[in-house]
């Protein structure tokens, strides 16, 4: 009996117990289940590179315009993974048409499936150059005419890459580039008319003035000449022209 007595105290001390451990549980399994991949967490901004890294280090980007041009690269990203994926399969079968329209000789289903090709590149080309564009705004006069110049100076140096240039020769190359952008305005960085000119006289400038002997033969340019001015001939007195004298014929002898 008193054995009885002791387990039954004993179990409702337990019975106490487990009871406020089964309502925890029970609250527990009502809560929503939070991970930290359910959170969202701002897209952290990538680094510059390629071309933007460039044009950051070359005009001196401040830090709210780097903010601003990474958002210009996040965007940018996005677009071009939106385009590859609707792209993607229409190339694919563009290329599986393209090869047996070239199985088949067929001209003119070659000629529109390349048309068609093309049309999709230039949509994503134009995208591209649209974000170019939106970069470019976000840089002041004075960085667009560096930006400008080291553009020219890129252009100008990647056929001297044989010639070893010296410290001070490209900083001599680089104040002439910087200059001819300067003078361009708008046109530093378009393919125009001006551009050309503007390249080809700097090249030659640079040819004249900034390279040796050596540099220059081993471009395969011939050697630069001393301008000489022509020596004036000395004057002599005009004769008047005259007509030449026939000779009188003479009659024949009779015999």
Not at 143 to 151: H, L, T
Not at 200 to 211: G, H, M, P, S
Request: a positive charge; charged letters at 35%.
């Amino acid at each position: 009996m008193i054995r009885l007595t002791g387990l039954l105290c004993m179990s409702a001390v337990l019975v106490l117990h487990a009871e406020p451990v089964a309502a925890e549980g029970n609250d527990k399994a009502h809560l929503p289940a939070t991970r930290p991949s359910d959170i969202s967490a701002p897209r952290p901004q990538p680094r510059l590179s390629g071309e933007y890294a460039l044009m950051a280090a070359e005009v001196r980007l401040t830090d709210k315009q780097k903010t601003q041009l990474k958002t210009i690269v996040i965007e940018e990203l996005d677009a071009e993974t939106r385009m590859q994926a609707v792209n993607q399969e229409k190339l694919e079968k563009l290329q599986k048409d393209l090869a047996d329209a070239r199985k088949a000789k067929n001209i003119d289903a070659i000629s529109n499936i390349l048309q068609h090709i093309m049309r999709i590149k230039a949509a994503e080309t134009k995208a591209k150059k649209a974000f170019a564009k939106r970069a470019m705004e976000l840089l002041t006069p004075e960085q667009k005419d560096k930006w400008a110049g080291f553009v020219l100076y890129r252009l100008i140096c990647k056929p001297l890459s044989r010639v070893r240039l010296t410290d001070d020769q490209k900083t001599t190359i680089r104040g002439l580039c910087d200059d001819a952008a300067v003078e361009l305005g708008d046109d530093a960085l378009k393919t125009s008319l001006k551009m050309v000119v503007a390249q080809k006289k700097l090249r030659d400038e640079i040819k004249a003035q900034v390279l040796t002997e050596v540099q220059r033969k081993s471009l395969g340019l011939r050697p630069t000449k001393p301008h000489r001015t022509p020596r004036a001939k000395p004057s002599r007195p005009v004769k008047p022209l005259r007509k030449p004298v026939k000779p009188v014929k003479q009659p024949r002898a009779k015999r």
